[in-house]
């Protein structure tokens, strides 16, 4: 399936307070874990996911001084995959004279709680793999963080899973080193998919589709079925991209271009 990736805006990151230095292609990507305590019930409650990354962000900036938080992608129990640093940014997190090799992806397990990763970490991380190969330039390999830096990191469970080469669990999806399949055309329902502000979001199928689109092509957004403000702001990134009036509005015109693509 293709990357669930919740970009910077959707679980709000603080600005990054310097530039990031460029990064065409690595390695390959470095698993991490939190080195601390992970509540386990982040396993059924997501928005302890999105405040376990905005601590790590805020401890990144604030304790270490660093720019901004210090991975690239960071996976959570429910195969969700945060936007940290992105793609093609230099981390901060593999250590000093590490960083430009590989991608740093953190797996949402600590030291104590919750430290075994479940199916959905796992595939988490073996989506973010794909993304980085696919859209960042990341190479094969696939290591630790303890793999030439004195660290326990990521933690016995999951390093254990590195070293077996990262096998993807049974059930709950298709992994492959290969893209993501182009997702069908969001023709759908044909209605205008928009975003007013003060009124109830769009939701349904078509919506779905039309973010797997934008997903699919670069834009990040969360496919969760409801047209909302960033969803029109993808929208309209798209639309300039592709030379289209720039409305933030899925009509004809907007499909037919997507579909020629």
């Not at 991490?32 to 396993?43: A, E, F, M, S």
């Not at 940014?89 to 590989?102: D, F, Q, R």
């Not at 793999?129 to 290591?143: F, N, S």
């Not at 078509?206 to 997903?215: F, G, H, M, S, Y």
Request: a positive charge; aromatic letters at 6%.
């Amino acid at each position: 399936m293709p990357i669930d990736l919740i970009d910077r805006h959707e679980w709000g990151a603080r600005a990054p307070r310097g530039s990031y230095s460029y990064l065409s292609s690595t390695k390959g990507v470095k698993v991490h874990y939190t080195g601390g305590t992970v509540d386990p019930d982040i396993v059924n409650d997501h928005k302890l996911c999105v405040a376990v990354v905005r601590s790590i962000q805020n401890h990144h900036m604030d304790g270490n001084g660093w720019i901004d938080i210090g991975y690239s992608l960071l996976c959570c129990p429910h195969r969700k995959v945060f936007e940290g640093r992105g793609r093609n940014h230099v981390p901060s997190a593999n250590g000093a004279g590490l960083n430009s090799g590989h991608y740093a992806v953190l797996g949402m397990v600590g030291n104590a709680g919750f430290t075994r990763p479940n199916d959905g970490v796992k595939w988490g991380i073996l989506d973010a793999i794909d993304y980085l190969r696919d859209k960042g330039g990341a190479g094969r390999e696939i290591k630790g963080h303890r793999d030439g830096y004195n660290t326990s990191c990521p933690g016995g469970p999951l390093y254990d899973w590195v070293k077996a080469g990262c096998p993807a669990p049974s059930g709950g999806g298709k992994h492959s080193t290969s893209a993501p399949a182009k997702p069908a055309s969001p023709a759908a329902s044909g209605r205008l998919l928009m975003y007013v502000k003060g009124r109830p979001l769009m939701s349904g199928a078509d919506v779905k589709a039309w973010q797997q689109t934008l997903r699919s092509d670069g834009h990040p957004v969360a496919v969760d079925g409801l047209y909302g403000e960033h969803t029109a702001a993808m929208t309209r990134r798209w639309q300039r991209a592709h030379g289209l009036p720039v409305d933030g509005i899925v009509g004809p015109d907007t499909r037919r271009k997507a579909a020629a693509k």
